[in-house]
């Protein structure tokens, strides 16, 4: 398996521009997640899916869409690029993730934005 | 929405001393606490995870203990090696149908001197 592969790792923007991060999954996750991480602010989650279909706001939603048509695959967008979204991104999936069962995230390598 | 606070942001022990990290969370409902490691440029990976039912879990050399009626929970790192050196992060989820977000504390970040 390998697991969750995101692609680009890096990716240099210019302000107003947009692109699609990509993330997929192998092992078969109902649950996957887009989370960012600036320099000592911890991880922030973007948006999340319970699976295929259906998408969900997470802390830091606002310019950023996904879709999740599979259950291998959860795109995120962003739509027109900021400075304020130069960061780190990763994807991560884990196959449950509610109620008396908790399950580990299996994070992406991450992709390293910078929008200037 | 639950709030994790995470203490210290850095630490910096000699090689073979412990090292303790420490995390307060605000929602009660929360019934599990995993630990990630970063090492630099690196993915998180879970390296110990403890559920509200329990109140110590040892792994080794890490081990992580959690009081709920104070609503805190450590990590605990004996020995410590140079290989330790990361930046470690706590989170809490609550329990119950339609909750599915964990909650990040904001990282410490572990210097192992040798």
């Known amino acids: 398996n390998a697991g969750v592969t995101q692609t680009p790792k890096f990716r240099i923007l210019k302000i107003g521009q947009s692109m699609t991060l990509q993330c997929a999954q192998d092992?078969?996750?109902?649950?996957m997640y887009w989370y960012r991480q600036d320099p000592g602010m911890g991880l922030k989650l973007i948006y999340y899916?319970?699976?295929?279909?259906?998408?969900d706001k997470g802390e830091v939603p606002n310019g950023y869409n996904v879709s999740r048509s599979t259950t291998e695959d959860f795109p995120l967008r962003l739509e027109l690029a900021a400075p304020s979204q130069t960061s780190v991104y990763f994807c991560?999936?884990?196959?449950?993730?509610?109620?008396?069962?908790?399950?580990?995230?299996?994070f992406g390598n991450g992709t390293r934005l910078t929008v200037t | 929405g639950e709030n994790v606070e995470q203490h210290p942001s850095t630490l910096s022990v000699q090689e073979g001393d412990s090292a303790v990290i420490k995390c307060t969370y605000s929602?009660?409902?929360?019934?599990?606490f995993p630990w990630y490691k970063q090492e630099l440029g690196k993915r998180p990976q879970l390296i110990i995870d403890?559920?509200?039912?329990?109140g110590e879990k040892k792994d080794q050399r890490i081990a992580v203990t959690l009081n709920k009626t104070a609503k805190h929970f450590s990590l605990h790192i004996t020995e410590t090696q140079p290989e330790d050196s990361a930046v470690y992060f706590c989170?809490?989820?609550?329990?119950?149908?339609?909750?599915?977000?964990?909650?990040f504390g904001k990282g410490t970040k572990l210097s192992v001197i040798p």
């Open positions: 991560a999936s884990t196959d449950r993730g509610s109620s008396s069962y908790n399950s580990p995230l299996h």
């Open positions: 092992m078969n996750h109902n649950y």
């Open positions: 899916s319970v699976g295929a279909g259906i998408t």
């Open positions: 929602d009660s409902a929360s019934n599990y």
């Open positions: 403890i559920r509200s039912n329990v």
């Open positions: 989170a809490a989820k609550a329990s119950g149908a339609g909750s599915y977000q964990l909650t």
